[in-house]
Protein backbone atom coordinates (compact mmCIF):
# COMPACT_ATOMS: atom_id res chain seq x y z
CA UNK A 1 0.00 0.00 0.00
CA UNK A 2 2.94 2.51 -0.16
CA UNK A 3 2.12 3.34 -3.30
CA UNK A 4 -1.32 5.12 -2.13
CA UNK A 5 0.25 7.29 0.91
CA UNK A 6 1.87 10.00 -1.58
CA UNK A 7 0.98 13.56 -1.65
CA UNK A 8 0.01 13.74 2.14
CA UNK A 9 -1.98 16.71 3.40
CA UNK A 10 -0.52 18.32 5.89
CA UNK A 11 -3.47 19.95 7.54
CA UNK A 12 -3.31 20.87 11.20
CA UNK A 13 -5.78 19.74 13.53
CA UNK A 14 -8.74 22.53 14.48
CA UNK A 15 -7.32 23.71 18.26
CA UNK A 16 -10.37 24.50 19.38
CA UNK A 17 -11.49 20.75 19.22
CA UNK A 18 -14.51 19.30 18.62
CA UNK A 19 -17.04 21.41 20.35
CA UNK A 20 -19.52 19.98 23.22
CA UNK A 21 -22.73 18.70 22.81
CA UNK A 22 -25.54 20.69 25.09
CA UNK A 23 -26.35 19.18 28.11
CA UNK A 24 -30.05 17.23 29.19
CA UNK A 25 -31.33 14.13 29.95
CA UNK A 26 -31.24 12.40 33.32
CA UNK A 27 -27.88 11.65 34.87
CA UNK A 28 -26.19 7.80 34.70
CA UNK A 29 -26.69 7.55 38.11
CA UNK A 30 -30.61 8.42 38.07
CA UNK A 31 -31.06 6.44 35.25
CA UNK A 32 -29.50 3.23 36.51
CA UNK A 33 -30.71 3.61 40.27
CA UNK A 34 -29.57 0.58 43.11
CA UNK A 35 -32.98 -0.27 42.93
CA UNK A 36 -33.12 -1.27 39.38
CA UNK A 37 -29.48 -2.94 39.28
CA UNK A 38 -30.58 -5.11 42.11
CA UNK A 39 -33.55 -6.26 39.65
CA UNK A 40 -31.71 -6.70 37.11
CA UNK A 41 -28.82 -8.60 38.87
CA UNK A 42 -31.16 -11.64 40.20
CA UNK A 43 -31.72 -12.87 36.14
CA UNK A 44 -28.09 -14.08 36.55
CA UNK A 45 -27.59 -17.77 37.28
CA UNK A 46 -25.25 -17.56 40.55
CA UNK A 47 -25.69 -20.10 43.29
CA UNK A 48 -24.54 -19.87 46.95
CA UNK A 49 -22.60 -16.26 48.17
CA UNK A 50 -21.47 -15.22 44.52
CA UNK A 51 -18.05 -12.57 44.42
CA UNK A 52 -19.20 -9.46 43.40
CA UNK A 53 -18.20 -7.52 40.08
CA UNK A 54 -17.96 -3.31 40.15
CA UNK A 55 -18.86 -1.93 36.64
CA UNK A 56 -17.82 1.52 36.05
CA UNK A 57 -20.14 4.17 34.18
CA UNK A 58 -17.85 5.34 31.34
CA UNK A 59 -19.46 8.50 30.54
CA UNK A 60 -18.83 9.95 34.05
CA UNK A 61 -15.71 7.16 35.76
CA UNK A 62 -18.24 6.46 38.72
CA UNK A 63 -19.25 3.25 40.19
CA UNK A 64 -22.49 1.66 38.37
CA UNK A 65 -23.35 -1.23 39.37
CA UNK A 66 -22.43 -4.69 41.31
CA UNK A 67 -23.49 -7.88 39.93
CA UNK A 68 -22.56 -11.21 41.28
CA UNK A 69 -19.97 -13.66 39.21
CA UNK A 70 -21.03 -17.14 37.92
CA UNK A 71 -18.65 -20.14 39.12
CA UNK A 72 -18.19 -22.73 35.87
CA UNK A 73 -20.36 -24.82 38.47
CA UNK A 74 -23.22 -22.02 38.12
CA UNK A 75 -22.95 -22.40 34.25
CA UNK A 76 -23.47 -26.25 34.63
CA UNK A 77 -26.41 -25.06 36.71
CA UNK A 78 -27.45 -23.11 33.39
CA UNK A 79 -27.29 -25.48 31.06
CA UNK A 80 -29.38 -28.26 33.27
CA UNK A 81 -32.05 -25.22 34.07
CA UNK A 82 -31.92 -24.79 30.17
CA UNK A 83 -31.98 -27.94 28.91
CA UNK A 84 -35.03 -28.88 30.61
CA UNK A 85 -36.93 -26.00 29.29
CA UNK A 86 -35.94 -27.05 25.72
CA UNK A 87 -37.97 -29.90 25.00
CA UNK A 88 -41.38 -28.10 26.02
CA UNK A 89 -40.47 -25.43 24.06
CA UNK A 90 -39.45 -27.19 20.95
CA UNK A 91 -42.59 -28.82 20.89
CA UNK A 92 -44.64 -25.81 20.41
CA UNK A 93 -45.41 -24.62 16.91
CA UNK A 94 -43.46 -22.76 15.33
CA UNK A 95 -45.96 -19.75 14.81
CA UNK A 96 -46.44 -19.74 18.82
CA UNK A 97 -42.80 -19.32 19.14
CA UNK A 98 -42.70 -16.47 16.41
CA UNK A 99 -45.63 -14.73 18.06
CA UNK A 100 -43.06 -14.34 21.67
CA UNK A 101 -41.01 -12.63 18.91
CA UNK A 102 -43.76 -10.10 17.55
CA UNK A 103 -44.74 -9.16 21.13
CA UNK A 104 -40.99 -8.48 21.91
CA UNK A 105 -40.58 -6.22 19.17
CA UNK A 106 -43.66 -4.36 20.14
CA UNK A 107 -42.86 -3.87 23.77
CA UNK A 108 -39.27 -3.34 22.80
CA UNK A 109 -40.40 -0.12 20.83
CA UNK A 110 -42.62 1.05 23.41
CA UNK A 111 -40.33 1.14 26.04
CA UNK A 112 -37.04 2.11 24.04
CA UNK A 113 -36.17 5.09 26.80
CA UNK A 114 -35.03 2.44 29.43
CA UNK A 115 -33.11 0.34 27.59
CA UNK A 116 -31.42 3.60 25.49
CA UNK A 117 -30.40 4.86 29.25
CA UNK A 118 -28.64 1.48 30.11
CA UNK A 119 -27.15 1.17 26.87
CA UNK A 120 -25.71 4.85 27.42
CA UNK A 121 -24.82 4.16 30.57
CA UNK A 122 -22.77 0.84 29.89
CA UNK A 123 -21.25 2.28 26.67
CA UNK A 124 -20.77 5.87 27.13
CA UNK A 125 -21.85 6.17 22.98
CA UNK A 126 -24.17 8.48 21.93
CA UNK A 127 -27.88 8.07 22.40
CA UNK A 128 -28.50 7.79 18.26
CA UNK A 129 -26.12 5.23 17.70
CA UNK A 130 -27.86 3.49 21.15
CA UNK A 131 -31.01 4.02 19.07
CA UNK A 132 -29.46 1.57 16.42
CA UNK A 133 -29.30 -1.11 18.55
CA UNK A 134 -33.06 -0.86 19.41
CA UNK A 135 -33.58 -0.37 15.52
CA UNK A 136 -31.66 -3.81 14.31
CA UNK A 137 -33.14 -5.74 17.55
CA UNK A 138 -36.93 -4.38 16.71
CA UNK A 139 -36.00 -5.34 12.85
CA UNK A 140 -34.65 -8.88 13.50
CA UNK A 141 -37.63 -9.82 15.57
CA UNK A 142 -39.94 -8.87 13.02
CA UNK A 143 -38.34 -10.64 10.35
CA UNK A 144 -37.75 -13.93 12.24
CA UNK A 145 -41.11 -13.49 13.76
CA UNK A 146 -43.01 -13.72 10.19
CA UNK A 147 -40.14 -15.51 8.23
CA UNK A 148 -39.58 -18.25 11.11
CA UNK A 149 -42.28 -20.43 9.32
CA UNK A 150 -41.08 -20.34 6.13
CA UNK A 151 -37.34 -20.93 7.00
CA UNK A 152 -38.39 -23.73 9.43
CA UNK A 153 -41.12 -25.79 7.83
CA UNK A 154 -40.18 -29.33 5.97
CA UNK A 155 -39.23 -29.28 2.58
CA UNK A 156 -39.84 -32.35 -0.19
CA UNK A 157 -36.68 -32.89 -2.22
CA UNK A 158 -36.65 -35.76 -5.11
CA UNK A 159 -36.59 -39.10 -3.87
CA UNK A 160 -34.00 -42.09 -4.52
CA UNK A 161 -36.33 -43.43 -6.98
CA UNK A 162 -39.40 -40.95 -8.42
CA UNK A 163 -42.88 -42.13 -6.97
CA UNK A 164 -41.64 -44.70 -4.86
CA UNK A 165 -39.21 -42.70 -2.73
CA UNK A 166 -40.88 -39.28 -0.23
CA UNK A 167 -38.13 -37.35 0.76
CA UNK A 168 -38.28 -34.89 3.47
CA UNK A 169 -35.90 -32.59 4.64
CA UNK A 170 -36.83 -31.06 8.52
CA UNK A 171 -35.11 -28.93 11.47
CA UNK A 172 -34.50 -29.65 14.38
CA UNK A 173 -32.98 -27.97 17.16
CA UNK A 174 -29.83 -28.03 18.35
CA UNK A 175 -30.90 -28.01 22.11
CA UNK A 176 -28.89 -25.55 24.22
CA UNK A 177 -27.14 -22.53 22.21
CA UNK A 178 -23.83 -21.39 24.34
CA UNK A 179 -23.92 -17.48 23.33
CA UNK A 180 -20.99 -15.67 24.09
CA UNK A 181 -21.67 -11.42 23.47
CA UNK A 182 -19.09 -8.25 23.65
CA UNK A 183 -19.92 -5.08 25.28
CA UNK A 184 -20.02 -2.93 22.16
CA UNK A 185 -23.18 -3.22 21.02
CA UNK A 186 -24.76 -4.90 24.13
CA UNK A 187 -28.81 -4.99 22.57
CA UNK A 188 -27.90 -6.39 19.30
CA UNK A 189 -25.24 -8.57 19.83
CA UNK A 190 -27.38 -10.13 22.91
CA UNK A 191 -30.51 -10.60 22.13
CA UNK A 192 -30.51 -10.08 18.47
CA UNK A 193 -28.82 -12.88 18.15
CA UNK A 194 -30.47 -15.34 20.59
CA UNK A 195 -33.89 -14.38 18.76
CA UNK A 196 -33.15 -16.65 15.75
CA UNK A 197 -31.77 -19.15 18.33
CA UNK A 198 -34.93 -19.25 20.13
CA UNK A 199 -37.57 -19.35 17.55
CA UNK A 200 -36.10 -22.08 16.07
CA UNK A 201 -36.68 -24.22 18.95
CA UNK A 202 -33.24 -23.83 21.04
CA UNK A 203 -32.63 -22.36 24.80
CA UNK A 204 -29.87 -20.24 25.32
CA UNK A 205 -27.23 -19.33 28.05
CA UNK A 206 -25.58 -16.19 27.12
CA UNK A 207 -22.30 -14.59 28.82
CA UNK A 208 -22.50 -11.26 27.85
CA UNK A 209 -19.70 -9.04 28.43
CA UNK A 210 -19.86 -8.12 32.32
CA UNK A 211 -19.75 -4.25 31.63
CA UNK A 212 -23.04 -4.29 29.68
CA UNK A 213 -24.31 -7.45 31.41
CA UNK A 214 -27.20 -4.76 31.94
CA UNK A 215 -28.68 -3.97 29.33
CA UNK A 216 -28.70 -8.17 28.21
CA UNK A 217 -30.29 -8.80 31.67
CA UNK A 218 -33.28 -6.10 30.88
CA UNK A 219 -33.35 -7.29 27.43
CA UNK A 220 -34.01 -10.93 29.33
CA UNK A 221 -36.97 -9.62 31.42
CA UNK A 222 -38.22 -7.68 28.34
CA UNK A 223 -38.88 -11.08 26.51
CA UNK A 224 -39.91 -12.95 29.18
CA UNK A 225 -42.79 -10.51 29.56
CA UNK A 226 -43.70 -11.03 26.26
CA UNK A 227 -44.17 -14.76 26.91
CA UNK A 228 -40.31 -16.41 26.77
CA UNK A 229 -40.30 -19.13 29.39
CA UNK A 230 -38.01 -17.60 32.16
CA UNK A 231 -35.94 -20.89 31.89
CA UNK A 232 -35.35 -20.58 28.31
CA UNK A 233 -32.72 -17.74 28.65
CA UNK A 234 -30.28 -17.82 30.83
CA UNK A 235 -27.53 -15.09 31.60
CA UNK A 236 -24.12 -15.89 33.10
CA UNK A 237 -21.55 -13.51 34.34
CA UNK A 238 -17.92 -13.63 35.28
CA UNK A 239 -14.14 -13.55 33.67
CA UNK A 240 -14.06 -14.49 30.14
CA UNK A 241 -10.94 -16.94 30.10
CA UNK A 242 -13.14 -18.73 33.17
CA UNK A 243 -16.27 -18.76 31.89
CA UNK A 244 -16.06 -18.37 28.56
CA UNK A 245 -14.77 -22.32 28.37
CA UNK A 246 -17.57 -23.17 30.71
CA UNK A 247 -20.11 -22.24 28.43
CA UNK A 248 -18.20 -23.69 25.27
CA UNK A 249 -17.96 -27.24 26.97
CA UNK A 250 -21.58 -27.54 27.55
CA UNK A 251 -23.20 -26.13 24.33
CA UNK A 252 -24.65 -27.56 21.88
CA UNK A 253 -23.72 -24.59 19.42
CA UNK A 254 -21.78 -21.92 20.16
CA UNK A 255 -22.38 -18.25 18.94
CA UNK A 256 -19.35 -15.67 19.19
CA UNK A 257 -18.67 -12.11 18.83
CA UNK A 258 -15.34 -10.26 19.53
CA UNK A 259 -11.88 -10.78 18.79
CA UNK A 260 -10.56 -12.77 16.35
CA UNK A 261 -7.71 -14.24 18.70
CA UNK A 262 -10.34 -15.44 21.06
CA UNK A 263 -12.74 -16.44 18.39
CA UNK A 264 -9.59 -18.78 17.19
CA UNK A 265 -9.85 -20.28 20.27
CA UNK A 266 -13.34 -20.71 20.95
CA UNK A 267 -13.48 -22.69 17.06
CA UNK A 268 -10.55 -25.08 18.61
CA UNK A 269 -12.60 -25.55 21.81
CA UNK A 270 -15.88 -26.25 19.90
CA UNK A 271 -14.28 -28.28 17.51
CA UNK A 272 -12.47 -30.58 19.82
CA UNK A 273 -16.19 -31.71 20.95
CA UNK A 274 -17.74 -31.58 17.54
CA UNK A 275 -19.68 -28.80 17.97
CA UNK A 276 -20.91 -26.23 15.12
CA UNK A 277 -19.90 -22.68 15.70
CA UNK A 278 -20.39 -19.37 14.35
CA UNK A 279 -17.97 -16.07 14.61
CA UNK A 280 -17.98 -12.59 13.99
CA UNK A 281 -14.95 -11.09 14.46
CA UNK A 282 -12.46 -8.26 13.80
CA UNK A 283 -12.16 -6.17 10.74
CA UNK A 284 -10.24 -3.54 8.87
CA UNK A 285 -12.97 -2.42 6.90
CA UNK A 286 -12.29 -0.27 3.77
CA UNK A 287 -14.63 2.42 2.18
CA UNK A 288 -13.62 3.19 -1.01
CA UNK A 289 -14.15 6.79 -3.09
CA UNK A 290 -14.68 6.38 -6.82
CA UNK A 291 -13.36 9.59 -8.52
CA UNK A 292 -17.30 10.05 -9.67
CA UNK A 293 -18.47 10.11 -6.17
CA UNK A 294 -20.89 12.58 -4.97
CA UNK A 295 -18.32 14.35 -2.12
CA UNK A 296 -20.63 15.74 -0.15
CA UNK A 297 -22.84 12.14 0.30
CA UNK A 298 -19.24 10.59 0.65
CA UNK A 299 -18.51 13.15 3.53
CA UNK A 300 -21.32 12.54 5.29
CA UNK A 301 -21.02 8.67 4.92
CA UNK A 302 -17.64 8.23 6.17
CA UNK A 303 -18.90 10.35 9.30
CA UNK A 304 -21.28 7.73 9.74
CA UNK A 305 -18.72 5.14 8.68
CA UNK A 306 -15.89 5.81 10.96
CA UNK A 307 -17.27 7.61 14.17
CA UNK A 308 -20.51 5.71 14.44
CA UNK A 309 -20.42 4.71 18.86
CA UNK A 310 -17.00 5.87 18.47
CA UNK A 311 -15.90 3.37 16.23
CA UNK A 312 -16.45 0.73 18.66
CA UNK A 313 -18.17 -1.39 16.11
CA UNK A 314 -17.02 -4.37 14.06
CA UNK A 315 -18.37 -3.21 10.94
CA UNK A 316 -17.17 0.54 10.91
CA UNK A 317 -13.98 2.08 8.34
CA UNK A 318 -10.99 2.39 9.71
CA UNK A 319 -9.25 2.89 5.95
CA UNK A 320 -10.38 5.37 3.67
CA UNK A 321 -9.49 4.75 -0.02
CA UNK A 322 -10.19 7.92 -2.17
CA UNK A 323 -8.99 8.39 -5.71
CA UNK A 324 -6.37 11.08 -5.97
CA UNK A 325 -8.19 13.49 -8.40
CA UNK A 326 -10.55 14.07 -5.95
CA UNK A 327 -8.80 13.24 -2.62
CA UNK A 328 -7.96 16.85 -1.79
CA UNK A 329 -11.86 17.70 -2.14
CA UNK A 330 -13.00 15.10 -0.48
CA UNK A 331 -10.21 15.31 2.37
CA UNK A 332 -11.07 18.78 2.96
CA UNK A 333 -15.14 17.89 2.98
CA UNK A 334 -14.61 15.06 5.47
CA UNK A 335 -12.37 16.88 7.94
CA UNK A 336 -14.75 19.91 8.19
CA UNK A 337 -17.59 18.13 9.02
CA UNK A 338 -15.19 15.86 11.25
CA UNK A 339 -14.55 19.21 13.26
CA UNK A 340 -18.00 19.86 13.74
CA UNK A 341 -19.22 16.52 15.11
CA UNK A 342 -20.48 17.63 18.89
CA UNK A 343 -19.10 15.24 21.75
CA UNK A 344 -21.25 15.38 24.70
CA UNK A 345 -22.59 12.14 27.46
CA UNK A 346 -25.82 12.91 28.52
CA UNK A 347 -28.52 10.93 28.61
CA UNK A 348 -30.42 12.41 25.47
CA UNK A 349 -30.31 13.07 22.12
CA UNK A 350 -27.91 15.85 20.57
CA UNK A 351 -24.59 14.49 20.63
CA UNK A 352 -23.09 13.41 17.96
CA UNK A 353 -20.58 10.98 19.44
CA UNK A 354 -19.89 9.72 23.23
CA UNK A 355 -17.25 8.11 24.92
CA UNK A 356 -14.77 5.21 24.57
CA UNK A 357 -16.05 2.34 27.16
CA UNK A 358 -12.91 1.40 28.70
CA UNK A 359 -9.10 2.40 29.48
CA UNK A 360 -7.81 -0.19 27.50
CA UNK A 361 -9.52 1.10 24.62
CA UNK A 362 -8.52 4.69 25.19
CA UNK A 363 -5.29 3.51 25.46
CA UNK A 364 -5.04 1.66 22.39
CA UNK A 365 -6.49 4.67 20.65
CA UNK A 366 -4.24 7.41 21.79
CA UNK A 367 -1.31 4.67 20.93
CA UNK A 368 -1.91 3.95 17.43
CA UNK A 369 -2.56 8.17 16.81
CA UNK A 370 0.63 9.16 18.85
CA UNK A 371 3.09 6.64 16.85
CA UNK A 372 2.07 6.79 13.27
CA UNK A 373 2.65 10.74 13.96
CA UNK A 374 6.19 9.94 15.30
CA UNK A 375 6.53 7.60 11.95
CA UNK A 376 5.58 10.80 9.79
CA UNK A 377 1.60 10.50 9.80
CA UNK A 378 -0.57 13.70 9.85
CA UNK A 379 -3.53 14.59 11.99
CA UNK A 380 -5.64 16.65 9.69
CA UNK A 381 -8.55 16.70 12.50
CA UNK A 382 -9.19 15.27 16.40
CA UNK A 383 -5.80 13.31 17.59
CA UNK A 384 -6.58 14.02 21.23
CA UNK A 385 -8.54 12.93 24.44
CA UNK A 386 -10.70 15.10 26.01
CA UNK A 387 -10.73 14.60 29.80
CA UNK A 388 -12.66 18.05 30.07
CA UNK A 389 -15.83 16.12 28.45
CA UNK A 390 -14.83 12.46 30.79
CA UNK A 391 -12.57 10.50 31.51
CA UNK A 392 -12.69 8.24 27.87
CA UNK A 393 -13.49 11.07 25.46
CA UNK A 394 -11.19 10.94 22.73
CA UNK A 395 -11.79 13.13 19.65
CA UNK A 396 -12.73 12.20 16.24
CA UNK A 397 -9.60 11.31 14.30
CA UNK A 398 -8.55 11.54 10.59
CA UNK A 399 -4.80 10.67 9.71
CA UNK A 400 -2.91 11.12 6.21
CA UNK A 401 0.45 9.61 5.21
CA UNK A 402 0.15 6.60 7.08
CA UNK A 403 2.73 3.99 6.05
CA UNK A 404 2.55 -0.02 6.15
CA UNK A 405 4.93 0.00 9.14
CA UNK A 406 2.35 1.51 11.64
CA UNK A 407 0.21 -0.31 13.86
CA UNK A 408 -2.77 2.21 12.61
CA UNK A 409 -2.33 0.45 9.20
CA UNK A 410 -3.11 -2.69 9.52
CA UNK A 411 -3.91 -3.34 13.22
CA UNK A 412 -7.76 -2.91 13.96
CA UNK A 413 -8.10 0.07 16.11
CA UNK A 414 -11.74 0.16 17.63
CA UNK A 415 -12.15 3.62 18.05
CA UNK A 416 -12.09 7.11 16.15
CA UNK A 417 -9.57 6.89 13.99
CA UNK A 418 -9.29 6.51 10.31
CA UNK A 419 -6.74 6.56 7.91
CA UNK A 420 -6.67 8.07 4.40
CA UNK A 421 -4.81 6.41 1.46
CA UNK A 422 -4.92 7.97 -2.27
CA UNK A 423 -5.06 5.53 -5.48
CA UNK A 424 -5.38 5.94 -9.18
CA UNK A 425 -6.90 3.09 -10.45
CA UNK A 426 -9.82 1.10 -9.71
CA UNK A 427 -7.23 -2.51 -10.08
CA UNK A 428 -5.18 -0.68 -7.01
CA UNK A 429 -7.75 0.28 -4.65
CA UNK A 430 -9.53 -3.31 -4.74
CA UNK A 431 -6.18 -4.34 -4.18
CA UNK A 432 -5.61 -2.48 -1.00
CA UNK A 433 -9.04 -3.23 -0.04
CA UNK A 434 -8.48 -6.79 -0.22
CA UNK A 435 -4.72 -6.47 1.42
CA UNK A 436 -5.40 -7.13 5.20
CA UNK A 437 -6.37 -11.10 6.26
CA UNK A 438 -9.77 -9.45 7.55
CA UNK A 439 -13.28 -9.80 5.47
CA UNK A 440 -15.73 -7.88 7.39
CA UNK A 441 -17.31 -4.99 5.92
CA UNK A 442 -16.79 -2.33 2.70
CA UNK A 443 -18.35 0.60 1.24
CA UNK A 444 -18.13 2.01 -2.47
CA UNK A 445 -19.02 5.78 -3.26
CA UNK A 446 -19.82 6.09 -7.04
CA UNK A 447 -22.73 7.84 -8.82
CA UNK A 448 -22.70 4.54 -11.23
CA UNK A 449 -24.53 1.63 -9.32
CA UNK A 450 -23.84 -0.61 -11.93
CA UNK A 451 -20.25 -0.09 -11.37
CA UNK A 452 -20.73 0.14 -7.80
CA UNK A 453 -21.90 -3.07 -7.62
CA UNK A 454 -18.91 -4.41 -10.46
CA UNK A 455 -16.56 -3.20 -7.79
CA UNK A 456 -18.55 -4.96 -4.87
CA UNK A 457 -18.56 -8.04 -6.49
CA UNK A 458 -14.59 -8.11 -6.39
CA UNK A 459 -14.36 -7.14 -2.35
CA UNK A 460 -13.63 -10.16 -0.47
CA UNK A 461 -15.54 -8.79 2.46
CA UNK A 462 -19.14 -10.37 4.08
CA UNK A 463 -20.63 -7.42 3.01
CA UNK A 464 -20.23 -4.39 0.92
CA UNK A 465 -22.45 -1.27 1.27
CA UNK A 466 -22.65 0.77 -2.08
CA UNK A 467 -23.04 4.58 -1.49
CA UNK A 468 -24.15 3.77 2.26
CA UNK A 469 -21.20 3.18 5.01
CA UNK A 470 -22.80 -0.35 7.18
CA UNK A 471 -26.62 0.20 7.74
CA UNK A 472 -27.59 -0.59 4.11
CA UNK A 473 -26.53 -3.94 4.53
CA UNK A 474 -26.41 -4.89 8.19
CA UNK A 475 -30.32 -3.18 8.13
CA UNK A 476 -30.92 -6.12 5.18
CA UNK A 477 -32.12 -8.74 8.04
CA UNK A 478 -33.52 -11.52 5.23
CA UNK A 479 -29.59 -11.01 3.74
CA UNK A 480 -26.91 -12.89 5.44
CA UNK A 481 -24.43 -10.71 7.36
CA UNK A 482 -20.85 -12.06 8.69
CA UNK A 483 -17.12 -11.96 7.66
CA UNK A 484 -14.53 -13.87 5.48
CA UNK A 485 -11.01 -14.67 6.43
CA UNK A 486 -9.44 -13.68 9.86
CA UNK A 487 -12.79 -11.78 10.04
CA UNK A 488 -15.07 -15.19 11.34
CA UNK A 489 -17.27 -18.37 10.35
CA UNK A 490 -21.29 -18.58 9.55
CA UNK A 491 -23.91 -15.60 9.20
CA UNK A 492 -26.38 -13.56 11.55
CA UNK A 493 -30.14 -12.38 9.13
CA UNK A 494 -31.45 -14.15 6.96
CA UNK A 495 -31.65 -17.89 5.98
CA UNK A 496 -28.17 -18.80 7.62
CA UNK A 497 -28.73 -16.63 10.52
CA UNK A 498 -31.54 -19.12 11.77
CA UNK A 499 -30.54 -22.61 9.93
CA UNK A 500 -27.45 -22.49 11.96
CA UNK A 501 -29.26 -23.06 14.95
CA UNK A 502 -30.83 -26.34 13.71
CA UNK A 503 -30.18 -29.67 12.66
CA UNK A 504 -31.14 -31.30 9.22
CA UNK A 505 -32.41 -34.12 9.18
CA UNK A 506 -33.86 -36.56 6.03
CA UNK A 507 -36.74 -38.25 6.36
CA UNK A 508 -37.12 -40.51 3.87
CA UNK A 509 -40.03 -42.93 2.75
CA UNK A 510 -40.32 -46.11 1.13
CA UNK A 511 -43.05 -47.67 -0.68
CA UNK A 512 -44.29 -50.55 -2.86
CA UNK A 513 -40.81 -52.04 -3.29
CA UNK A 514 -36.94 -51.91 -1.80
CA UNK A 515 -33.87 -50.49 -3.49
CA UNK A 516 -32.70 -53.74 -3.21
CA UNK A 517 -33.07 -56.75 -5.99
CA UNK A 518 -36.76 -57.97 -5.30
CA UNK A 519 -39.57 -59.41 -7.72
CA UNK A 520 -37.52 -62.44 -8.34
CA UNK A 521 -34.96 -60.24 -10.21
CA UNK A 522 -31.28 -61.31 -9.21
CA UNK A 523 -28.46 -59.19 -8.64
CA UNK A 524 -27.08 -58.69 -11.94
CA UNK A 525 -30.86 -58.66 -13.39
CA UNK A 526 -31.24 -55.36 -10.50
CA UNK A 527 -28.08 -53.75 -11.46
CA UNK A 528 -29.38 -53.70 -15.39
CA UNK A 529 -32.85 -52.43 -14.52
CA UNK A 530 -31.18 -49.64 -12.31
CA UNK A 531 -28.62 -48.57 -14.60
CA UNK A 532 -31.27 -48.21 -17.47
CA UNK A 533 -33.11 -46.53 -14.92
CA UNK A 534 -30.24 -44.10 -14.13
CA UNK A 535 -29.84 -43.54 -18.36
CA UNK A 536 -33.99 -42.59 -18.37
CA UNK A 537 -33.89 -40.19 -15.48
CA UNK A 538 -31.23 -38.23 -17.11
CA UNK A 539 -33.16 -38.03 -20.28
CA UNK A 540 -36.09 -36.92 -18.38
CA UNK A 541 -33.96 -34.35 -17.02
CA UNK A 542 -34.70 -35.26 -13.23
CA UNK A 543 -32.48 -33.28 -10.66
Not at 374 to 390: E, F, Q
Not at 443 to 460: F, H, I, K, N, P
Request: proline share 5%; glycine share 10%.
Amino acid sequence: MSDLTADAVATEPSGAGNPAAPGGGRTVAAAVPPSLVARLATGVTATGEPDLVETVAPLTGERLASLPQSTPADVEVAFQLARRAQGAWAALPVRRRAAVLLRFHDLLLKRQDEVLDLVQAETGKARLHAFEEVLAVAMAARHYGRAAHGYLKDKRHGGALPVLTHAVEARRPKGVVGHISPWNYPLELSVGDALPAFVAGNAVVNKPDTQTALTALWARELLIEAGLPADLWQIVIGDGPVIGPAVVEHADYVSFTGSTRTGRDVAQRAAARLVGASLELGGKNAMLVLADADLDAAAAGAVRACFSSAGQLCISIERLLVHRSVADEFLERFAARTRALRLGGGLAYGADMGSLVSARQLETTGRHVEEAVKAGATVVAGGRARPDLGPLFYEPTILDGVTPEMAVCAEETFGPVVSLYRFDTEEEAVAAANSTPYGLNSSVWTRDLRRGRAVAARLRTGTVNVNEAYAAAYGSVGSPMGGMGDSGLGRRHGAEGILRFTEAQTVATQRLMPIAPSFGLDDKQFAALMTGGLRVLKALRFK
